[in-house]
């Protein structure tokens, strides 16, 4: 058999050799099917529920989530200090709004599907997750600001529970803005019903530091079923 070398002519020799070095940088960054990316994050979905011996699982619409087969459901955990909450975390693409339901499995392998209509979740790296009930469908609580911000900053909505990150900045929920809409802001998530709420919006910096506006907390108190939408105005 002939070397290349004696079938190469020797002209085109040094882009052979270039060839093969660009095939060995690149052989090695090839991405990986099935592997996180950069758009996606953990996602926490957290669930309140009394079981008696059955485990707590979650499925929705998207493939991370099992595409509604609760045999590809998600398992959650809880301890013996935890009980009765469930959490279990989920990595899924930024910015996709997911549908999703909690099941109870027996040992025996019967499967119990919440009564209630299907959640939702928006997908941000920065929101706390949603905190659920089993059985209690959330109400869904869109939040509209009026503020001015400088180039760089973001406003947030934090407060008194769980789902709004609980007074911690760094889990509050995220507003968002367009060039056709500012200077309002808005953002929507899933809060418990028949419940009252202390909020407050804030502004964070590039730099990671934040602002909180001026005043008392607000207060508003869920309704027992559908959507609540509050208008508000930075002070």
Do not use: C
Request: charged letters at 10%; a positive charge; aromatic letters at 8%.
């Amino acid at each position: 058999m002939l070397s290349i070398r004696h079938r190469v002519p020797a002209a085109l020799r040094p882009l052979l050799v270039l060839a093969v070095l660009l095939a060995g940088m690149f052989a090695g960054t090839a991405p990986q099917a099935g592997a996180a990316t950069a758009q996606d994050t953990s996602a926490t979905f957290r669930v309140q529920a009394t079981t008696a011996g059955e485990t707590l699982l979650v499925t929705g619409n998207v493939p991370q989530l099992g595409s509604w087969d609760p045999a590809k459901a998600v398992p959650l955990g809880t301890t013996a200090s935890s009980y009765p909450n469930w959490s279990a975390g989920v990595q899924l693409p930024v910015g996709v709004t997911v549908q999703y339901k909690y099941l109870k499995r027996s040992p025996a392998g019967t499967v119990t599907w919440e009564s209630t209509p299907n959640r939702t979740l928006t997908v941000s790296p920065d929101t706390p997750g949603n905190y659920d009930s089993w059985n209690v469908s959330p109400v869904s609580a869109t939040f509209r600001a009026s503020a001015t911000t400088s180039w760089g900053q973001n406003l947030y909505v934090t407060g008194n529970l769980p789902d709004l990150g609980s007074w911690d900045p760094a889990k509050a929920v995220p507003l968002t803005t367009g060039s056709a809409t500012y200077p309002l802001w808005t953002g929507a998530h899933q809060l418990p019903p028949n419940t009252t709420v202390q909020y407050k919006y804030l502004k964070k910096n590039p730099d990671g530091t934040f602002t909180w506006e001026n005043g008392d907390n607000r207060t508003v108190v869920t309704p027992p079923t559908g959507t609540l939408t509050v208008n508000d105005t930075w002070r």
